[in-house]
Nanobody, 123 residues
Framework: QVQLVESGGGLVQAGGSLRLSCAAS????????MGWFRQAPGKEREFVAA??????GYADSVKGRFTISRDNAKNMVYLQMTTLKPEDTAVYYC??????????????????WGQGTQVTVSS
């Protein structure tokens, strides 16, 4: 069982930056693929980024602007977001999946989710 709690969302102007954090419980944290997804009003939850111990993957829409990282000693996952755009506005969710060493891009591949944190980018 893994519990996830996101934080760090807020209101920011276009071009600004935010850092999201996800605190995870559970002794097997390091074995999970950790990912960030987002869901805008009226849209499906979409993949943003995922991280293993030594590899990461990104959606094309955020590549070069967002950076995902994890600290296995602290059971934490981070999403550094820069050059934010109004279209990045969404609720951001942290997820944990038993990827067996794979970058997971589908939301159905994740076993656990946090409650989400709102990110709003004003133009």
């Amino acid at each position: 069982q893994v519990q996830l709690v996101e934080s760090g969302g807020g209101l920011v102007q276009a071009g600004g930056s935010l850092r999201l954090s996800c605190a995870a419980s559970g002794r097997t944290f390091s074995s999970y693929t950790m990912g960030w997804f987002r869901q805008a009003p009226g849209k499906e939850r979409e993949f943003v980024a995922a991280v293993l111990r030594y590899a990461a993957g990104y959606a094309d829409s955020v590549k070069g602007r967002f950076t995902i990282s994890r600290d296995n000693a602290k059971n934490m996952v981070y999403l550094q977001m820069t050059t934010l755009k109004p279209e990045d506005t969404a609720v951001y969710y942290c997820g944990a999946g038993s990827g067996l060493g794979r970058i997971l891009r589908g939301k159905s591949e994740y076993d656990y989710w946090g409650q989400g944190t709102q990110v709003t980018v004003s133009s």
